[in-house]
């Protein structure tokens, strides 16, 4: 039956991490509630959401739940996971870590392979995900006009990406030197580069910089998109430098931006300069600014 699931995700060109995830989850739901897909019932499904509450994370729960409600109400269209029956769990709202330039500085000052400092230079001077940056082939860059092509980057979409000039010098004597015919920047044998030793690549630079907080490969991401907003890039053209469908989503940077909160005067220091100016008038005209 699920291969029906498989079917319908592939026909609607959904991404093969996605079809995976939809279907590990449909199987363990199945193998937990011990019943054929036909049988199954809304209290079924509260029940596994039950089981799977103190167990993983409410992301998690979610994705789990969206993976239940395209099978039953899409594929096999049972109304068993009507949103007034299901409330989808909260998640949290937690700011995206942003590294500061003086720490993306040191990150990519560390990696003594020249393909790993790229592999840095590239999440960070254009803004990719790391799934994005992996798959990133030769053919897809234009040295020339300092631009490059995202292909099936999130929700199965293309974009255009700026690179960065520095970034350019590099790759150019990279690939002036690279042997072999694999069509992609961060290659090893016949393909390219996983996500996961991406991360680790990541990781270890962090950790040889003396950054002590966890760095990941998201935060070179999200450290672009901030530090192009404090340099007073325009939001919308943010948001499309980074492939976000929604501006909301580009808008989680305005809230981790020091920038602006720099600029502001502690009510506690205006109050003490005040005390200090009445105590001594001539320490306005001592050069403290208000």
Same mark, same amino acid.
């Given at each position: 039956?699920?291969?029906?699931?498989?079917?319908?995700?592939?026909?609607?060109?959904?991404?093969?991490?996605?079809?995976?995830?939809?279907?590990?989850?449909?199987?363990?739901?199945?193998?937990?509630?011990?019943?054929?897909?036909?049988?199954?019932?809304?209290?079924?499904?509260?029940?596994?959401?039950?089981?799977?509450?103190?167990?993983?994370?409410?992301?998690?729960?979610?994705? %789990?739940?969206?993976?239940?409600?395209?099978?039953?109400?899409?594929?096999?269209?049972?109304?068993?996971?009507?949103?007034?029956?299901?409330?989808?769990?909260?998640?949290?709202?937690?700011?995206?870590?942003?590294?500061?330039?003086?720490?993306?500085?040191?990150?990519?000052?560390?990696?003594? &392979?020249?393909?790993?400092?790229?592999?840095?230079?590239?999440?960070?001077?254009? !803004?990719?995900?790391?799934?994005?940056?992996?798959?990133?082939?030769?053919?897809?860059?234009?040295?020339?006009?300092?631009?490059?092509?995202?292909?099936?980057?999130?929700?199965?979409?293309?974009? &255009?990406?700026?690179?960065?000039?520095?970034?350019?010098?590099?790759?150019?004597?990279?690939?002036?030197?690279?042997?072999?015919?694999?069509?992609?920047?961060? &290659?090893?044998?016949?393909?390219?580069?996983?996500?996961?030793?991406?991360?680790?690549?990541?990781?270890?630079?962090?950790?040889?910089? !003396?950054?002590?907080?966890?760095?990941?490969?998201?935060?070179?991401?999200?450290?672009?998109?901030?530090?192009?907003?404090?340099?007073?890039?325009?939001?919308?053209?943010?948001?499309?430098?980074?492939?976000?469908?929604?501006?909301?989503?580009?808008?989680?940077?305005?809230?981790?931006?020091?920038?602006?909160?720099?600029?502001?005067?502690?009510?506690?220091?205006?109050?003490?300069?005040?005390?200090? &100016?009445?105590?001594?008038?001539?320490?306005?005209?001592?050069? %403290?600014?208000?």
């Amino acid at each position: 039956m699920l291969s029906k699931l498989e079917t319908e995700l592939k026909i609607r060109n959904y991404s093969p991490r996605t079809i995976k995830a939809y279907l590990i989850h449909n199987r363990k739901f199945l193998e937990f509630i011990k019943k054929s897909p036909e049988e199954i019932t809304t209290d079924d499904v509260k029940s596994y959401m039950a089981f799977l509450s103190d167990r993983v994370s409410a992301r998690s729960r979610n994705l %789990v739940l969206s993976s239940l409600a395209y099978f039953y109400s899409k594929v096999l269209k049972k109304n068993i996971l009507a949103r007034e029956e299901l409330e989808r769990p909260k998640i949290g709202k937690k700011l995206p870590t942003v590294l500061s330039r003086d720490e993306i500085e040191k990150l990519i000052s560390v990696p003594k &392979n020249f393909k790993h400092r790229i592999l840095i230079k590239m999440m960070y001077g254009s !803004g990719l995900r790391v799934s994005e940056c992996v798959k990133i082939k030769i053919e897809d860059i234009d040295l020339q006009e300092k631009t490059g092509r995202v292909q099936g980057g999130k929700g199965n979409k293309d974009r &255009n990406i700026y690179l960065s000039e520095d970034c350019i010098k590099d790759i150019q004597e990279f690939l002036a030197t690279r042997k072999g015919s694999n069509p992609y920047l961060f &290659n090893v044998g016949d393909h390219h580069i996983c996500a996961r030793q991406a991360q680790k690549i990541v990781q270890h630079s962090a950790r040889e910089a !003396g950054i002590k907080r966890r760095v990941f490969c998201h935060a070179l991401r999200s450290s672009y998109a901030t530090h192009l907003l404090e340099d007073g890039t325009d939001i919308r053209v943010i948001q499309t430098l980074l492939g976000h469908e929604y501006l909301e989503t580009t808008q989680i940077y305005t809230k981790v931006s020091t920038a602006q909160l720099k600029k502001v005067k502690s009510p506690l220091d205006m109050l003490l300069y005040q005390k200090k &100016n009445k105590e001594n008038p001539q320490y306005e005209d001592s050069g %403290v600014t208000k």
